[in-house]
T-cell receptor, first 117, second 113 residues
Framework: AQSVTQLGSHVSVSEGALVLLRCNYS??????LFWYVQYPNQGLQLLLK??????LVKGINGFEAEFKKSETSFHLTKPSAHMSDAAEYFC???????????????FGQGTILTVHP | GAGVSQSPSNKVTEKGKDVELRCDPI?????LYWYRQRLGQGLEFLIY????????KSGLPSDRFSAERTGESVSTLTIQRTQQEDSAVYLC???????????FGPGTRLTVL
């Protein structure tokens, strides 16, 4: 079965510092990959996704992620953290051969990002 | 346009009672999903609807959980004889046909006392 691992349940950075949130997936066939953000008491908002094509994908709020097949990774980065980035971030996958997966998402455990002034 | 809405936003119930959670997907989205988010855990898939049928119910944790969808629109998730371990945030998401990104509602926080 597909699994997603997010390294670090909590990440703390200073405002203006680089944000790096790690995500690895287990699959012999690259899945579709997503990063979602969840602000307190809100639903999940899509940050970015990778399906095919360019391996470096840009999302909203200055975030980007790079799909690395050889490392089975899809790490999320932002060059300069802002206080408003404080939230919980989820990496998720849909198996590439989606016919029988029905597009359902398998999520990592989430990473809480704290941004210090 | 309007996003996915869910009601109620919060529900407190006593152990053993039945609850109904409602999801209104984005208009025209044929695919609808329910997920559960328990404290300290990730999100778990519960059930998938394509139109009004549910080809994947594999995530429903027990026969106390059921869901239906009518008119290719509103969906209700019903939990019978609630238990304390059912306490969680229940999230609904919808997706347009031919697309792969899901749009999530704000969730219903269920607390079983």
């Amino acid at each position: 079965a597909q699994s997603v691992t997010q390294l670090g349940s909590h990440v703390s950075v200073s405002e203006g510092a680089l944000v790096l949130l790690r995500c690895n997936y287990s699959s012999s066939v690259p899945p579709y990959l997503f990063w979602y953000v969840q602000y307190p008491n809100q639903g999940l908002q899509l940050l970015l996704k990778y399906t095919t094509g360019a391996t470096l994908v840009k999302g909203i709020n200055g975030f980007e992620a790079e799909f690395k097949k050889s490392e089975t990774s899809f790490h999320l980065t932002k060059p300069s953290a802002h206080m408003s980035d404080a939230a919980e971030y989820f990496c998720a996958v849909i198996p590439y051969a989606g016919g029988t997966s029905y597009g359902k998402l398998t999520f990592g455990q989430g990473t809480i990002l704290t941004v210090h002034p | 346009g309007a996003g996915v809405s869910q009601s109620p936003s919060n529900k407190v119930t006593e152990k053993g009672k039945d609850v109904e959670l409602r999801c209104d997907p984005i208009s025209g989205h044929t695919a609808l999903y329910w997920y559960r988010q328990r404290l300290g855990q990730g999100l778990e898939f519960l059930i998938y609807f394509q139109g009004n049928s549910a080809p994947d119910k594999s995530g429903l944790p027990s026969d106390r959980f059921s869901a239906e969808r009518t008119g290719e629109s509103v969906s209700t998730l019903t939990i019978q004889r609630t238990q304390q371990e059912d306490s969680a945030v229940y999230l609904c998401a919808s997706r347009s046909s031919g697309r792969n990104e899901q749009f999530f509602g704000p969730g219903t926080r269920l607390t079983v006392l």
